[in-house]
């Protein structure tokens, strides 16, 4: 199966190429730097052309209210890209309770994407996935002052880049969804306290103070972000993979 993968460079699409590849596929990666600009379209039809699935794991460069516009653009270059390419099954990967977190643009964001995509002319699958383990010292560095890091108490389900590669390269190969996977960690704990666990694991001076307005995650009401249902459960914890 050859498979365009958009966003291939990245953290979990570098991944998800080598894990594809290593199955017998034929994954090709693109992204910027390999010439393929989403925004502007350039690099689109050549990097889809003769794909039986596109792989999007293009992201925003930015968080804010800026980003809406930019998944906008980017899934209809992309899905126009694909329908003329004749491109069987376009995959994204989205967030654990995008949609019910409101309040912040980039969430809102991610929800556009999906209903982009739902609403497109291709057969599609969209990967639920719950906050990186990955991304847990990007949000100590967001609210840390001096030698304090100002965390709130919302629960998260962490998961492990490599679990998500996992997931992403399975749906990418199987039939469309026409719907979405959910992938989430092991273990729901407060940020709060997945902040003093990252700090005890590596103790840089910084101490966790609880504040419930501090940060972008102050924004999420109750378990909004935590995997529902019949959501596939990963196997890493996040104290194996601090350690």
Do not use: C
Not at 20 to 28: D, S
Not at 178 to 196: F, K, Q
Not at 227 to 243: C, E, M, N, Q, V
């Amino acid at each position: 199966m050859k498979l365009a993968v958009i966003g291939g460079t990245g953290l979990i699409g570098s991944q998800v190429v080598k894990k594809l590849n290593a199955a017998g596929h034929q994954a090709v990666p693109h992204s910027l730097s390999t010439g393929v600009d989403v925004i502007a379209g350039q690099g689109l039809a050549e990097a889809v052309a003769g794909a039986d699935v596109v792989v999007n794991l293009t992201n925003s460069p930015t968080f804010d209210d800026a980003s809406p516009a930019f998944f906008q653009t980017s899934m209809d270059n992309l899905l126009a890209a694909a329908r003329k390419g004749g491109v069987g099954h376009v995959v994204i990967l989205s967030i654990v309770g995008a949609d019910q977190v409101p309040d912040l643009d980039y969430y809102r964001a991610k929800a556009l994407q999906e209903d982009i995509l739902k609403a497109g002319p291709i057969p599609y699958s969209i990967v639920h996935a719950t906050q990186f383990m990955e991304f847990m010292d990007a949000v100590l560095s967001w609210t840390t002052e001096g030698d304090t890091v100002r965390l709130p108490t919302t629960p998260l389900q962490l998961i492990a880049a490599e679990d998500v590669s996992d997931a992403v390269a399975e749906v990418a190969v199987g039939t469309p969804l026409n719907g979405a996977l959910d992938i989430a960690g092991p273990d729901v704990v407060p940020l709060d306290e997945l902040g003093r666990i990252t700090l005890q694991a590596h103790p840089d001076g910084r101490t966790v103070v609880t504040d419930d307005t501090a940060g972008m995650f102050a924004a999420v009401r109750g378990d909004a972000l935590i995997a529902k249902g019949d959501a596939r459960i990963a196997p890493t914890h996040y104290s194996d993979w601090l350690s």
